[in-house]
């Protein structure tokens, strides 16, 4: 069975609203999780490292003002896209690693901004 | 340069081929190695790690080859359930996954 549940699985909303997308690791604690993106026809992009109680780590060119993440728990991160644009359509993924295992993935959600 | 390359492919094969994706890191201090299968619009899910000693699941064979850093995934007996994307992930900090761009697989009847 799963291992960590994202949600939505897909989200319609219209420009300059905000999504947030929920992602739980069902039966490990995960200190860290992590958000990626991936674009039509295109790999994994890593766009940042969620660590519990602490500010996530943002990789180049992400702006952390426009994709808010926050990992409260040990359980759950979320990533918010604030204001969002028909640029930031995609397809959204999260992972996380139970300790000594391979990284398990989310559902995904795929996001179209109208 | 990428820090991690596969073949582009896409690779169309008939049913009952073999087939063999490439995969190379930049990275030395890499640590854990990975193939992932992704169908469309779904995640990826693990297929199988990939160690020095190879590993062979059923009709799937990995190989790693750390001195050359080049990762390899050779499917036998091809099924048309096989048809999808061969990501090659490679992991050097503990969670923090590198993809490569993948590889698409059409398997036809």
């Known amino acids: 069975g799963a291992v960590v549940s994202q949600h939505p699985s897909r989200v319609i909303c219209k420009s300059g609203t905000s999504v947030k997308i929920e992602c739980r690791s069902l039966d490990f604690q995960a200190t860290t999780m992590f958000w990626y993106r991936q674009f039509p026809k295109k790999s994994l992009m890593l766009m940042a490292t969620?660590?519990?109680?602490?500010?996530?780590?943002?990789e180049q060119g992400v702006e952390k003002d426009k994709f808010l993440i926050n990992h409260a728990s040990l359980t759950l991160s979320t990533l918010t896209v604030t204001s969002a644009h028909p640029e930031d359509s995609s397809f959204y993924i999260c992972?996380?690693?139970?300790?000594?295992?391979?990284?398990?993935f989310g559902q995904g959600t795929r996001l179209t901004v109208v | 340069r990428k820090e991690v390359e596969q073949d582009p492919g896409p690779f169309n094969v008939p049913e009952g081929a073999t087939v063999a994706f490439n995969c190379t890191y930049s990275n030395s201090a890499s640590q854990s190695f990975f193939w992932y299968r992704q169908d469309c619009r779904k995640e990826p899910k693990l297929l199988m790690s990939?160690?020095?000693s190879g590993n062979e699941d059923g009709r799937f064979t990995a190989q790693l080859n750390r001195a050359s850093q080049y990762i390899s995934l050779l499917i036998r007996d091809s099924k048309l359930s096989d048809s999808a994307t061969y990501l090659c992930?490679?992991?050097?900090?503990?969670?923090?996954?590198?993809f490569g761009d993948g590889t698409t697989l059409t398997v036809k009847p």
């Open positions: 992972s996380a690693e139970r300790e000594g295992a391979e990284a398990f």
């Open positions: 992930v490679v992991n050097h900090n503990a969670g923090k996954s590198t």
């Open positions: 969620s660590n519990e109680g602490s500010k996530a780590t943002y």
């Open positions: 990939v160690y020095s």
